[in-house]
């Protein structure tokens, strides 16, 4: 085996790469067991991670923001681009311009039960060979997906409805990854006093993503509206053409996320990987050398530094079963799981059926249509839906957002997430019991209309965010990004749990309200297990005795002994660490 010694980082502002320039054999030779320097070793990764916790917000915090909040956006153009596109398939496809209502259902439910597979599997696999690993393989597979249902056929043995269905079954597991991955690698850079807002930054994507569909359907169904209007009510060739367009424009930021996911370093909190691999070590290096400003020089591998691979609690099934099996770490898990499984069941419900009744009722309180698509031309039709998806995300959703950006670091995420709960709870038992009176007249509809836009607002100033942030933080590094997974993945197990209600139910709307306020109390009841996170440590959370967190040192310069065990190193002020013990030290 061989180390590399490297060139000049160049001069500032220069970003050119590091390039290998001399090789040294390198003898192997064992592993040499100590716990003399357990307590320096202890110390050490507590004053790291200070430093981490109390690093000021930089320019690398902003490219975490756009590395992950560009993924989801994409998620949430992906995502939410359903509502219409069904419709648009119905009318091409369906029979008698609709799509039947158990098509319909499995077309709406692909995704989600994509998203619960992929949730449990990247976070799982992120624990195990590390974020940066995992991160951009989850945007290939939405990209992927994606363009093949923009391009999607049919065929003698299959419908387009059930390519369409498969496809989107597949971007859900890679959007589903993107949820723990996205969401781990932003807590575990951020700094303690700003992490609330930076990761609620990031799941504020999802709502611009939310709007640039509404955009793009508008824009799309507008520049076909003469051809609409004018295809035969039989054969709507041209909405054929709107729903691939709409689609396909979801690969566009995707492409663009993946590019800056290539670029991201391993966390500073994932000491250990599988594969020692120096090339993309120098890469993260340069990465974080050039963000933060050090000062350049001429930089070698250090084969003198000692790498001490630390006796610390590791990954594994006995292991998971002692920390989960204490009640206070048990709570939590349970609190997280089942908090975001009763938010997606209301959050889903509504967000996937937009056109179904409750929504023509709304339409016609706006003075937009008679909110029947058989009364009306097939264009104005899904214009209408598409700005009353539109009035929603902008006046409700988003200005929800901002406000969970305002105040989650300074009110901290268990008030938020009660309070959402709580007023989410009132507003949909209102709204189910007074729900045909309310339709009785234009002004008890606009009424209506406050509230559902109401209830839009407290479910992103409330659960809908906090319920993303909390599983990021609450867990040991080793489990969090599992435990997020896993909480997501409950949430997703509500959102087809909405969509079978809504399959069951859907003619009932009033029943339909009432089912999500109940369960909304039961989520403010899971609230009452969680912790409050905002000005804690994200180890102070794990619930670990943090001192004598490493109970000794094992002294190895073999890349394969033991390198899932947590890597120390001891510095000086011109070293710096890469990854897996490789250090590289400065030359003046």
Same mark, same amino acid.
Request: aromatic share 12%; proline share 4%.
């Given at each position: ?8 980082? $160049? ?113 799982? @696999? ?80 999802? /709502? ?49 996320? @993946? ?37 350049? $020089? ?10 001490e691979r630390t006796d610390a609690p590791k990954a594994s099934l006995r292991d998971f079963k002692e920390y989960f099996g204490r009640w206070k770490n048990a709570r939590v898990l349970i609190g997280t799981a089942y908090s975001w ?7 889903? /419900? ?20 008679? /909110? ?59 709204? $189910? ?49 599992? $435990? ?8 997703? @197990? ?95």
């Open positions: 085996m061989s180390f590399h010694t490297l060139s000049s980082l $160049g001069e500032p502002g220069d970003h050119s790469p590091i390039t290998p320039i001399k090789t040294f054999p390198l003898t192997i030779h064992g592993d040499e067991v100590s716990n003399r320097n357990a307590f320096a070793l202890d110390r050490s990764r507590t004053v790291a991670l200070e430093k981490v916790d109390r690093a000021p917000f930089s320019l690398f915090h902003v490219k975490v923001w756009l590395v992950a909040g560009a993924g989801f956006f994409t998620d949430a153009y992906d995502i939410f681009t359903i509502s219409i596109v069904a419709i648009m398939v119905g009318y091409v496809y369906g029979e008698g311009n609709h799509l039947v209502p158990w098509v319909d259902f499995g077309l709406k439910v692909a995704s989600p039960l994509g998203n619960l597979i992929g949730q449990v599997l990247f976070g799982w @696999l992120a624990d195990l060979v590390g974020r940066k690993r995992m991160y951009g393989i989850e945007l290939m597979i939405i990209v992927t997906s994606t363009f093949a249902q923009a391009i999607a056929g049919s065929g003698p043995t299959v419908h387009i409805v059930g390519v369409l269905t498969f496809w989107r079954f597949l971007m859900g597991v890679g959007i589903g990854g993107d949820y723990p991955l996205s969401a781990v690698i932003t807590s575990e850079f951020a700094s303690t006093r700003s992490r609330g807002r930076l990761m609620t930054a990031v799941f504020a994507s999802q /709502g611009w993503g939310y709007l640039a569909s509404t955009i793009v359907a508008l824009v799309t169904v507008s520049i076909f509206e003469g051809g609409i209007l004018h295809d035969s009510p039989t054969i709507f060739y041209h909405i054929d053409y709107c729903w691939r367009v709409l689609i396909g424009a979801g690969c566009i930021p995707g492409v663009v996320a @993946l590019y800056f996911r290539l670029t991201i370093p391993e966390t500073p909190r994932f000491t250990m990987d599988i594969e020692r691999n120096v090339k993309q070590a120098c890469r993260n290096v340069e990465a974080v050398l050039s963000a933060n400003g050090v000062t350049p $020089g001429v930089w070698r591998v250090d084969l003198e530094a000692s790498t499984f009763a938010l997606d069941i209301a959050f889903y /419900g509504l967000g996937l059926n937009s056109s179904r009744i409750f929504t023509a009722s709304i339409l016609t309180a706006l003075g937009l249509s008679s /909110g029947d698509a058989e009364k009306q031309s097939v264009f104005y039709y899904l214009h209408d839906i598409i700005i009353y998806t539109m009035i929603v995300v902008s006046s409700a959703l988003l200005p929800g957002l901002l406000a969970s950006f305002l105040v989650i670091d300074s009110w901290g995420r268990k008030p938020i997430q009660l309070m959402g709960f709580i007023i989410l709870s009132v507003l949909f038992l209102v709204m $189910g019991f007074e729900f045909q009176e309310f339709t009785e007249s234009v002004g008890k509809t606009k009424l209506l209309m406050f509230l559902y836009c109401l209830a839009n607002f407290f479910q992103n100033f409330g659960p809908n965010v906090t319920t993303f942030v909390i599983p990021g933080e609450v867990f040991p590094t080793r489990y969090r990004s599992t $435990g997020h997974g896993f909480s997501a993945a409950c949430g997703k @197990l509500g959102a087809i749990v909405a969509q079978i209600i809504f399959f069951v139910k859907g003619d009932a709307i009033e029943t339909i309200l009432k089912i999500f306020g109940f369960v909304m109390l039961t989520g403010a009841a899971s609230t009452l297990l969680l912790p409050e996170t905002r000005g804690r440590s994200l180890e102070e959370l794990s619930n670990e005795n943090q001192k004598g967190f490493i109970r000794g040192a094992r002294k190895s310069t073999h890349p394969k002994s033991d390198l899932t065990d947590r890597c120390v190193l001891k510095l000086d002020a011109n070293q710096i660490e890469l990854r897996n013990g490789i250090v590289l030290r400065k030359f003046p």
